[in-house]
Structures are given as structure tokens and as C-alpha cells.
């Protein structure tokens, strides 16, 4: 079985990495990709090297909601896993087509979940 390849991206380094770590944990076996940027994460998932995004909402170049859209327009049925803080985040995620939303005051106990629930269901 091939490991399955997770694209993170999120402009905040600090959430970034512990994103990546509880990506790691969860999947040890996984390939992992970090993006700060939208558009670097679009261009490997246009690669079609991604098996699962985990993205931010609010983000200066291209923000999650409009990352998201641009995946479902082109009928890429990617999981992709919504984490933020922001109060608008759920609701212009799921608008968008994401499949799951994570608070990001509670990555730590939920983000594991959500990825195995999606990498499972795969």
C-alpha cells in the first residue's frame, strides 16, 4: 500500500507545525507537504500528489474558502479538512465543500479524529 501524501497549508508557522505534528502521529507513515502559501499547495494538489488537504481559512495569498472552490470547480473530490479560529471559518468552509472543520482551540483532541475518519473512509 502506498502511504497516503497530506498537503498542509497555513500562513501561521506556529499552527503550521503543530498541524504537521499531529498529522505525523496520527499517520507516521504518511508523506507530508507544509505550504505558508495557497497557491504552492494548489500547484501540488494540481500535481495530483495529494491524498488529503488539511487548510486554514484566512490566509493572505488565496484565502481556504477560495483554495477549496477552486479544488471542487475542477471535480477534485480530495478530502480536505478545514482548521481555524476564526467564527466565520465553519460556515464559509463548508459553503466551499469542505469535508470536515476542526477549531483550532481543539486541534490537538480532534484533528487525529477527522483525519482517520476521512484517510479511513478513502
Same mark, same amino acid.
Request: include cysteine; aromatic fraction near 0%; proline fraction near 7%.
Given at each position: 500500500?502506498?502511504?497516503?501524501?497530506?498537503?498542509?497549508?497555513?500562513?501561521?508557522?506556529?499552527?503550521? /507545525? %503543530?498541524?504537521?505534528?499531529?498529522?505525523?502521529?496520527?499517520?507516521?507513515?504518511?508523506? +507530508?507537504? #507544509?505550504?505558508?502559501?495557497?497557491?504552492?499547495?494548489?500547484?501540488?494538489?494540481?500535481?495530483?500528489?495529494?491524498?488529503?488537504?488539511?487548510?486554514?481559512?484566512?490566509?493572505?495569498?488565496?484565502?481556504?474558502?477560495?483554495?477549496?472552490?477552486?479544488?471542487?470547480?475542477?471535480?477534485? /473530490? %480530495?478530502?480536505?479538512?478545514?482548521?481555524?479560529?476564526?467564527?466565520?471559518?465553519?460556515? +464559509?468552509? #463548508?459553503?466551499?465543500?469542505?469535508d470536515r472543520f476542526?477549531?483550532?482551540?481543539?486541534?490537538?483532541?480532534?484533528?487525529?479524529?477527522?483525519?482517520?475518519?476521512?484517510?479511513?473512509?478513502?
Amino acid at each position: 500500500m502506498i502511504p497516503p501524501r497530506i498537503v498542509v497549508v497555513d500562513d501561521d508557522d506556529a499552527v503550521r /507545525s %503543530i498541524v504537521m505534528a499531529v498529522a505525523r502521529e496520527t499517520l507516521p507513515l504518511a508523506s +507530508l507537504a #507544509e505550504h505558508h502559501s495557497s497557491l504552492h499547495a494548489l500547484q501540488e494538489i494540481h500535481n495530483g500528489s495529494a491524498d488529503l488537504l488539511i487548510t486554514n481559512c484566512h490566509m493572505p495569498d488565496m484565502d481556504g474558502p477560495t483554495l477549496v472552490k477552486t479544488i471542487r470547480q475542477e471535480n477534485n /473530490s %480530495i478530502p480536505i479538512i478545514m482548521v481555524s479560529g476564526s467564527d466565520d471559518a465553519r460556515e +464559509l468552509g #463548508e459553503e466551499a465543500g469542505i469535508d470536515r472543520f476542526v477549531p483550532k482551540h481543539t486541534i490537538i483532541p480532534e484533528l487525529s479524529a477527522a483525519i482517520h475518519s476521512l484517510m479511513d473512509a478513502a
